[in-house]
């Protein structure tokens, strides 16, 4: 059974693999789609067309517990989700879609996609409700100390715990991209690299090339401008 | 912007906490929900059927009525909800749009009532989704057609001022208005069948002396016959210079066939006259006779099936030339085989190949006259497989122009064989709209001066309106920017404030690349500094709204001048602002003053001859690059910047 597709969107279709492992990830929710789901699938037959995956996130209780969003934000940004994607994950090429829309002039796939990879905690290419409000929990809700972890994490592609040149230029560049060409002053070849090592200077205290978290952490927290800025968003929801 | 995706609108600015670390700048301020609560459900009662939907999916278009402060006008008090007399079936397709973000037309439903529900709801029918919207068109075409066509109909009403000519013309072209135009309708057609029966009888047998073999009537009643035909040219040839003279367009009159066959059908009568009785010329006399019956032709103004048939023939005319063609191959290639195939009988008619011809026509009809027939065995093989493939050749087209004919007939030529590509024009210009609605709905409120820092908070924006603003202005520029709008306009300001560069137009960013890089040219700077006095003084009050965010980002002090200087030809260069979005009720104070701006923009642009981007617009040719001018170094490269255009 096709789910109807909504307007902007098709939500994934995961493989018979990836249909099992999201099984053991969410072992306390109720799976009654999932057996359905299962039975239509063919497993010798791969050009078939698979089944849409339905995923139900945890119950507002548990969701209220590991979030510090009261019942009805939980409520009013499920809804919102649901509408989007009613088969419950958001995979990287939807993101990617829905996050360009707000930046019609610029080219926002790349910055999508580390974004996705920050908000994709457990690595499984796909973000359920719970990954997606937990993250925003933490950026709208959290201490400025959760704001600007949250920010090193997605510095840091490899999550190897530094960032190092070549990370934040990539970061950078995906930053410009979302400009697009239609800007003034034009956009110079260099200047995501100039950023780069103004970036640099400022936040590699022991010049060693890279950025740890606790540099990164007590350089923001000495900086007015990025103290105020990361209050900006708090009332969002 | 998509209603699907102002759900992600709180995400993506959630999400812009990861620029903060990164930008040099501070941030704006963001815009706060001063009416903030939480969202509840509305009643919308139609017509007494209750629909029930929260009040943030009504707030997703605010330039319509649902979506705006209009809505209050129909709330009803008592039952605290919101009462529309109007049909509940077609307000479901409404309500859908505002949920799902498309707007279907049903099937069942009339497109005028619908057009109706639309125009009163504050929908514009263009963003029909495209699984409905050629149903929708076709429809409306349909409906307009059948107005056009009642419209005609009652056309017959005679309109006051009409001269002479035009009711003679209007008489010879509605035989029906007047008593008069039925009298000659007639008259003529009565000569029309007196003169082509004429033709006829002319040549029958009729009566023989005894000593004489038997003549045909036309050379034993010579006189009456003449005399016949000259009443029946004379009809005719009155009738032909009195439309001429009563048709609006004589040239294109003239061209018309109906009046090429009533040439036709009168003129060899005259050349008859006008020709001596001599022998050397009468076997021409008697071909010129033939086209006599063309005067049969005359009879297609008074039917109409005729002339559809006519009509049908020439938009037939490809599938006519493909039955010709084919045959035409067919007859070459079994014309052969037989001439060859008979070529060893004796005494076979079959003497050459242009002589098989006309057996294969014959066969290949299926008449079969029997005047040439295959003797050899061959011969008999190739005849039957070519009246057998004769069969097929023939029958294939003629359906296709039959069904062709039944169309037009129904259809009364009222088909438009060019709607597809007016439909798929359309259509992609409705996808322009839409793409580019959001992006400019941002620039409109940049440049009104709405992402002010620090004047946000402000209700009613007062300080940032030009001298101009009015009340009334104000209100129009509230009620533009939605809540929804001002939070991702401010989500795309805060991007430009980490990165350092500004959005802009994109005919604006090839404008001011071109006035730039006319700053490097030191020689044209004296035409350039005359136009600064008219620039300056119609675009003042511009600039008073947009030096502060220039002085604001600009990094290079020493080119500060020249880029406010590129900044007053940017605002005085911008054309019309495109009216496409639907949230951009701003505009009103944009013509304004753009009207002065508009004569003199477009004067420093005459000036231009310089490289120009090769993307869209045709300006004046490549001139050589630029001299390097050493004072500027912060400004690009023109000549590095065209090809980095160009490669785009």
Redesign the interface.
């Known amino acids: 059974m096709l789910y109807p597709f909504?307007?902007?969107?098709s939500c994934p279709v995961l493989s018979e693999t990836q249909l099992i492992s999201v099984t053991h990830l969410f072992p306390g929710a109720p799976l009654p789609s999932l057996p359905h789901a299962l039975s239509l699938t063919d497993s010798t037959d791969s050009d078939l067309e698979l089944a849409m995956v339905r995923h139900q996130p945890e119950g507002l209780e548990q969701l209220q517990a590991q979030t510090k969003f009261t019942r009805?934000e939980l409520q009013?940004?499920y809804?919102?989700?649901k509408?989007?994607c009613p088969s419950g994950l958001v995979d990287e090429e939807t993101f990617k879609l829905?996050?360009s829309?707000?930046?019609?002039?610029g080219d926002a796939t790349t910055y999508a996609h580390f974004?996705f990879n920050?908000f994709d905690m457990d690595r499984n290419g796909s973000i359920r409700f719970e990954d997606?409000v937990i993250?925003?929990s933490v950026?709208?809700r959290g201490s400025v100390t959760e704001?600007?972890r949250?920010?090193f994490n997605?510095?840091d592609i490899n999550k190897d715990g530094y960032i190092t040149k070549e990370e934040m230029l990539a970061?950078?560049k995906s930053?410009?991209d979302?400009?697009?060409?239609?800007?003034?002053?034009?956009?110079?070849d260099d200047?995501a690299l100039e950023?780069v090592e103004?970036?640099f200077q400022k936040m590699d205290r022991n010049r060693d090339g890279v950025v740890t978290i606790d540099e990164?952490i007590e350089t923001?927290q000495t900086d007015e401008?990025?103290m105020?800025?990361?209050q900006?968003?708090e009332?969002?929801? | 912007?998509?209603?699907?995706?102002a759900?992600?609108?709180?995400?993506?600015?959630?999400?812009?906490?990861?620029?903060?670390?990164?930008?040099?700048?501070?941030?704006p301020?963001?815009p706060?929900?001063k009416t903030?609560h939480?969202?509840e459900l509305i009643i919308l009662n139609v017509s007494g059927r209750r629909f029930q939907t929260?009040r943030n999916t009504l707030d997703r278009y605010p330039d319509t009525l649902l979506g705006s402060s209009e809505k209050e006008f129909f709330f009803n008090e008592e039952t605290r909800e919101y009462f529309f007399d109007r049909d509940p079936d077609v307000f479901r397709s409404i309500l859908n749009f505002y949920r799902?973000?498309?707007l279907h037309y049903p099937r069942y439903e009339c497109i005028s009532a619908y057009d109706e529900e639309l125009a009163f709801f504050g929908i514009i029918p263009e963003i029909i989704s495209d699984c409905c919207y050629e149903e929708y068109k076709d429809r409306k075409r349909e409906n307009m057609e059948r107005l056009m066509d009642d419209l005609e109909d009652n056309k017959d009403s005679k309109l006051p001022n009409m001269t002479f000519r035009e009711t003679m013309w209007r008489a010879f072209e509605n035989p029906h208005t007047s008593t008069m135009a039925l009298v000659f309708y007639y008259v003529t057609g009565f000569f029309i069948a007196i003169s082509v029966i004429t033709n006829v009888v002319e040549t029958v047998p009729c009566g023989s002396m005894p000593n004489q073999r038997d003549i045909p009537c036309g050379e034993r009643y010579t006189e009456a016959f003449f005399c016949m035909d000259t009443a029946c040219v004379m009809i005719f040839t009155v009738e032909y210079l009195m439309r001429l003279f009563a048709a609006p367009s004589r040239y294109r009159f003239m061209r018309s066939v109906m009046s090429i066959i009533d040439v036709v059908a009168i003129l060899p009568y005259y050349i008859g006259l006008v020709m001596t009785n001599n022998e050397d010329v009468s076997g021409a006399f008697v071909t010129l006779r033939v086209f006599r019956v063309f005067r049969i032709f005359k009879f297609s103004r008074h039917s109409q099936g005729l002339r559809i048939l006519g009509y049908t023939l020439k938009s037939c005319a490809s599938e006519l030339g493909f039955l010709l063609f084919s045959l035409t191959m067919a007859i070459i290639i079994f014309a052969t085989v037989m001439f060859y195939a008979e070529k060893g009988s004796s005494s076979s008619k079959f003497t050459s190949i242009p002589a098989s011809f006309w057996y294969t026509i014959v066969t290949m009809t299926t008449l079969g006259y029997g005047d040439m027939v295959p003797k050899t065995i061959a011969g008999k093989i190739f005849g039957s497989i070519c009246s057998l493939s004769g069969v097929l050749v023939i029958a294939l087209p003629v359906p296709v122009i039959v069904s062709n004919f039944s169309r037009i007939y129904h259809q009364n030529q009222r088909a438009d064989k060019r709607r597809a590509q007016k439909v798929q024009k359309a259509r992609l210009a409705r996808m322009r709209i839409s793409?580019?609605g959001?992006?400019t709905a941002c620039l409109h409120s940049k440049r009104n001066g709405l992402n002010q820092s620090l004047e946000l908070t402000l209700p009613y924006y007062k300080m940032k309106l030009s001298p101009q603003g009015s009340l009334e202005e104000d209100q129009q520029m509230k009620k533009a920017t939605s809540l929804l709008e001002s939070q991702?306009h401010h989500?795309?300001h805060?991007?430009?404030k980490?990165?350092n560069?500004?959005?802009?137009?994109?005919r604006?960013?090839e404008q001011?690349?071109l006035q730039t890089a006319l700053q490097n040219f030191p020689s044209r700077s004296p035409s350039l500094s005359s136009e600064e006095g008219i620039t300056g003084t119609c675009c003042s009050r511009r600039t008073k709204k947009n030096t502060q965010p220039l002085s604001a980002t600009h990094t290079h002090s020493h080119t500060h001048n020249l880029?406010e200087l590129s900044a007053l030809h940017?605002q005085c260069g911008e054309q019309q602002p495109l009216n496409t979005s639907r949230s951009s009720l701003n505009l009103m104070s944009d013509e304004s003053g753009s009207l002065n701006c508009k004569s003199s923009g477009l004067v420093t642009t005459a000036i231009i001859s310089i490289p120009t981007p090769p993307s869209n617009n045709s300006r004046a040719s490549p001139d050589a690059p630029p001299p390097p001018n050493p004072d500027a170094p912060?400004l690009?490269n023109p000549g590095t910047?065209v090809v980095k255009?160009s490669a785009?």
């Open positions: 909504p307007s902007l969107l009805k009013s940004l809804r919102g989700f509408n989007e829905i996050y829309q707000f930046f019609p002039q974004l920050a997606f993250g925003l950026l709208l704001k600007l949250w920010a997605l510095y970061i950078m930053i410009y979302m400009m697009g060409r239609y800007t003034f002053p034009s956009v110079k200047a950023h103004k970036f990164f923001c401008n990025i105020s800025s990361m900006l968003f009332n969002v929801i | 912007m998509a209603a699907g995706v759900a992600w609108l709180p995400f993506a600015r959630a999400a812009a906490i990861g620029w903060m670390p990164v930008a040099n700048l501070p941030m301020v963001a706060t929900n903030k939480q969202d929260w799902t973000g498309k793409k580019s959001s992006s991702h989500l795309l805060c991007l430009e980490t990165t560069h500004e959005f802009v137009d994109e604006l960013y001011g690349y880029q940017i912060p690009p910047d255009i785009l």
